[in-house]
C-alpha cells in the first residue's frame, strides 16, 4: 500500500456523494479553516477552495463519483489524490460516521502522510475501464479444474491432444447412445431389434 508523503500548506478532504459533498479545509498546523457542506457543482467547489489553492491538495475516497472532481482539479491546476476505500481504515472502523466527520479524516489521513493511494484512471481510459468492469460482473466463476479436466487445455497451456480429452467430447458418431426400455434398463439405438429365429416364444 502506498501513502501520499507530500507536504502542503493546506489539505482538503472531500467527503463526495452523487448531489452534495462535505469539505474540510486543514492548514500547515493541521487547524480547521473550512468546514462546510456544498453542492456537488463545480462552480460551489471552486468558490469554496479559492483562499487557499495556492498549495492546496485535494482527496477523496474511491467511490462512483470522483471522475467530475478529478477533471475539475486537473484543469484547475490543483493536486488531486484518490484514496484507496479498503485501505481507509480510520473511516470505516470508527464507532460514529458522518459526513462531516469523514471529510475530517480523509484531511487528517491526508496531512500526516497516511492516506492510502488509489490510481486515478485518465480520462481516455475510463469508458473502456467501467466497460471492462460491467463485463466481469456478468460474467459466471471461471472453473478452471473443470475445464482441464474435460479437456479443453492441458496444464502447460497447450491445446489439450485428442487422446487427453474426456471421453464425452468424443464424436457422435463414436457415441452408442442409448434409450429407455420398460423395467428402467437401456439399450443401444444402433443395435438390431431381430429376433434369434432360435429364441423361445413369450
Not at 471529510?103 to 489521513?109: C, Q
Request: glycine content about 6%.
Amino acid at each position: 500500500m502506498r501513502f501520499y508523503a507530500r507536504s502542503h500548506s493546506s489539505t482538503c478532504g472531500v467527503d463526495l456523494h452523487r448531489r452534495t459533498m462535505y469539505l474540510c479545509v486543514l492548514d500547515a498546523e493541521g487547524q480547521i479553516v473550512l468546514h462546510r457542506k456544498l453542492p456537488c457543482r463545480p462552480e460551489a467547489f471552486l468558490a469554496a477552495v479559492e483562499p487557499y489553492r495556492a498549495a492546496l491538495v485535494v482527496g477523496c475516497e474511491c467511490l462512483f463519483s470522483w471522475y467530475w472532481l478529478a477533471d475539475l482539479c486537473q484543469e484547475a491546476g490543483i493536486d488531486f489524490v484518490l484514496g484507496h476505500a479498503l485501505g481507509m481504515r480510520l473511516i470505516h472502523g470508527t464507532k460514529t460516521k458522518n459526513d462531516k466527520l469523514d471529510s475530517e479524516k480523509i484531511a487528517r489521513l491526508l496531512h500526516s502522510g497516511h492516506f492510502p493511494l488509489a490510481y486515478v484512471y485518465p480520462r481516455a481510459t475510463r469508458a473502456t475501464r467501467d466497460l471492462l468492469r460491467r463485463m466481469q460482473k456478468r460474467k459466471l466463476p471461471f472453473d478452471a479444474e473443470r475445464f482441464y479436466a474435460e479437456g479443453s487445455i492441458d496444464r502447460g497451456g497447450a491445446p489439450a491432444s485428442p487422446s487427453s480429452k474426456s471421453s464425452r467430447f468424443r464424436s457422435e458418431s463414436d457415441k452408442v447412445r442409448t434409450r429407455p426400455r420398460a423395467g428402467g434398463r437401456t439399450s443401444p439405438t444402433n443395435a438390431p431389434e431381430t429376433r434369434r429365429s432360435d429364441s423361445p416364444p413369450n
